[in-house]
């Protein structure tokens, strides 16, 4: 049986990982509060967004004058898809439950099935990187260490770059795989497509009995900036959806880890009182039978 | 007819205003400013940078609006800006520290690169500060 000192060694060491448990809890639901309100903000934009595309769609559908270009073929008529640009995007540390491993998962199916090619890898956080290294795949671009305020430099940089690839043909489809944010405590691996993008056609009805848009300059010209915007909106969601699931589940698996501590320190103490006990009583046990002698 | 205009300004950062508005004015990317009545024809342009004014209750006010596409409707101008900013949110000290920053850059710029990111930093910063009636502002 241990001794009693190091049972007592034991609590202080548990006793200490629980403090540091427990700030880092803290930290998790200050950042994941962080994380939220910037998502929270972003929402009416990113509505605004998807009406403003839905309406250029709908009218372009709608005239049979409008000559298509390449950006308006990402709405109205996806090519076929050969070859794919994907960004994975996971957290930069560890200590946050499953959540690294599940995405991993995800983006693991999603490279075995995917029949196309994956001719660009993007990679958000160091366990993406870990997870491109073990898949032997070659990111073309790594991002780390990004704080909130860094997202809308990185998906300016992946839309832009993306949006010129799909109109040179060098890709025909943007895919993200991420952890989509449920709630504070539950995150869902999601794989989606950012574009080409499906118009909702039930949208489209509704303005239909609008008088339809001008586009100024001129339709192409119009779309094609409005593409880049776009998927640098639902681009820079993800990113927020993601950090907002990783301090989510960071807080999570913290609370467990501390209440875990918890138990393990009363269950300690009661061993230790236990054996306190014992000596105590073997002692008087010993008085008692030497006092007899 | 409608009679006014719902004028909407939203950033990826915040909602920035939201009002009924009686005429809007705004720079468009490509052909100068765009002006807005009630019952004007749906529109959809790209925005320019600069500044943006409507009239409520007979007063003029500006807000300042980078880039972005504006959605012009007979009762609604929704805009959606890259950045934007009210009035109240203008910080004058770092739009005139961003502005000689930028004036520092612009005399160190080598490549064309740099100078075309230095002058469009002067420009924003100039903006800023014409929105706010500051002297510098002016000669913009």
Known sequence: M???QDIRRRIRSVKNTQQVTKAMKMISAVKLRKSQERLVALRPYAGKMLEVVRRVVGRIRG????QPGPAAQAFLSPREEKRIRMVFVASDKGLCGGFNANVAKAATAFVKECTSEIVHLDVVGKRAVEWAKKQKLTPAKEYLNIPLVGFQRVVTEI???AAAQYHAGEIDALYIVYNYFNSAVAQTPTVTRVFPMEVDRRGEDRNATEVSHLLEPDPN????TLLPRFVETELLRNLLESSASEHGARMAAMDKASSNAGEMISKLTLT???IRQAGITNQIIEIVSGANA | MAQSI?????????PVFSAEVAEVQFPTATRGYYGVLPGHTPVMTEVGDGLLYYIQEGQKHWLTVFGGFAEVGPDRVTVLARE???MDMLDLERAEASRQRALKLLKEAVTEKDLANAQAKLDASL???QAAGHPAGHGF
């Open chain 1, 2 to 4: 241990a001794s009693l």
């Open chain 1, 63 to 66: 005239d049979v004058e409008i």
């Open chain 1, 159 to 161: 839309s832009e770059s």
């Open chain 1, 221 to 224: 010209t119009v779309l094609e």
């Open chain 1, 272 to 274: 230790m009182n236990k």
């Open chain 2, 6 to 14: 719902k004028l909407e300004v939203v950033t990826p950062e915040r």
């Open chain 2, 84 to 86: 934007s900013e009210t």
């Open chain 2, 127 to 129: 903006i800023r500060l």
